[in-house]
């Protein structure tokens, strides 16, 4: 965009001011604007900027300029053109080494020497009939400087910016969920969320399952149970940002392996949780408890120790939970789904009650789910 002058002059009287007129020419720039590199052909625009040549200050406070600035052309996608201003005397009238100061405005104020100077925005234009928006100088008073001419020579600026708003991150309205294969409990539908809201990003996402043999989605987001087991469903945006949802169908297993990821330290072993569906919670009860693992799996020592599973997930309930040992296994069916150890003993039900499955504490669990009940 080339730089457009234009010179103001002020005619002052220590008694009256002179009255003056508008010029009539102006000046008119052209300009083609594209993407930064220059080189994106679907993304230009094309704009002409239009400013008087000059303007003569008849008055202390507000003059006008007549017509304002104004533009007309064509914008590109999330573009606007934006035109600003310097002043080569820092914003005063001078003549010979006197000055009176001013304000290059969008509106009638009073004269200010710390005012910023204004920027004039054009969102939208159109080919056919320039957009204008008002323009002028607020002017201190100067009825006792000496008569003069008094100018500066202010020169503008358009340039265009860029307005999108890109995408910053996506969340889904779940990040975990339980799917039954049975009891008509087989489909959920996910949604995103886009942060920020207002962005200008392409909003379209693709959707994908880490194991369809368990669990699809289709391209809308809704998720159908096919079979035991778990999987991951992910949406992802044109521009490659993703969320997640942790997805079982019918039941969750804990292995050996994954509570020694979890193992701390220093003992008791802490609560954790397994992809935000189900937690694992271990408890002393005041007992010496190792809560270790040996090859065997999570090894209670003390009498009272507990191991608990809870569900994280709305709309659905645990039914029961299986836990096994090296040797052997056993059924929890009611809440609270716990197990206890007294000594090298697992028992379903404290004080040495319910079944008894040794071998030195469990290293799998199987949590199985139902409808939640309404």
């Given at each position: ?134 323009a002028g100088v607020n002017v201190d008073n100067f009825d006792n400087k000496p ?27 779940n990040s975990a969920m339980v799917l039954l294969t049975d009891y008509g409990y ?189």
């Amino acid at each position: 965009m080339k730089a457009i002058y234009k010179k103001l002059t002020a005619s002052a009287s220590a008694l009256t001011m002179l009255a003056a007129s508008m010029s009539a020419g102006g000046i008119i720039a052209s300009a083609r604007g594209g993407s930064d590199s220059g080189t994106d052909s679907t993304n230009v625009s094309d704009y002409t900027i239009s400013i008087p040549s000059t303007l003569d200050v008849t008055q202390a406070g507000w003059n006008e300029l007549t017509g304002g600035i104004s533009a007309k052309g064509s914008l590109g996608q999330h573009q606007k053109l934006v035109v600003s201003a310097t002043s080569a005397n820092d914003w005063a009238l001078v003549s010979s080494e006197t000055e009176i100061g001013y304000n290059l405005a969008k509106s009638p104020a009073d004269y200010d020497p710390n005012a910023e100077t204004p920027t004039w925005e054009f969102d939208t234009l159109n080919s056919t009939e320039a957009v204008s928006q008002s323009a002028g100088v607020n002017v201190d008073n100067f009825d006792n400087k000496p008569a003069g001419e008094y100018t500066d020579t202010v020169t503008f600026t358009a340039k265009l910016e860029d307005v999108s708003v890109p995408i910053q991150s996506i969340s889904l309205n779940n990040s975990a969920m339980v799917l039954l294969t049975d009891y008509g409990y087989n489909t959920k539908q996910l949604s995103v969320t886009f942060n920020p809201e207002d962005t200008t990003d392409d909003k379209t996402v693709t959707w994908s399952s880490s194991n369809p043999a368990v669990a699809t989605v289709d391209q809308n987001g809704k998720v159908t149970a096919v079979a035991t087991g778990s999987a991951k469903i992910t949406a992802t945006t044109a521009n490659g940002i993703t969320a997640s949802c942790n997805v079982a169908v019918n039941m969750v297993t804990i292995t050996n392996s994954e509570a020694a990821k979890k193992k701390p330290d220093t003992n008791p072993m802490p609560e954790f949780s397994k992809d935000g569906i189900v937690k694992v919670s271990f408890n002393s009860n005041g007992n010496i408890c190792g809560n270790y693992l040996d090859s065997g799996g999570w090894f209670f020592y003390g009498n009272g120790a507990t191991v608990t599973v809870t569900s994280e997930v709305e709309d659905s309930e645990i039914a029961k939970v299986k836990f096994y040992t090296k040797n052997g296994s056993a059924e929890v069916t009611n809440a609270p789904f716990t197990v206890y150890s007294y000594g090298y003993n697992m028992y379903t039900g404290a004080n040495k009650t319910g079944i008894c499955f040794n071998d030195f504490g469990v290293n799998r669990i199987e949590v199985y789910f139902v409808p939640s009940a309404t």
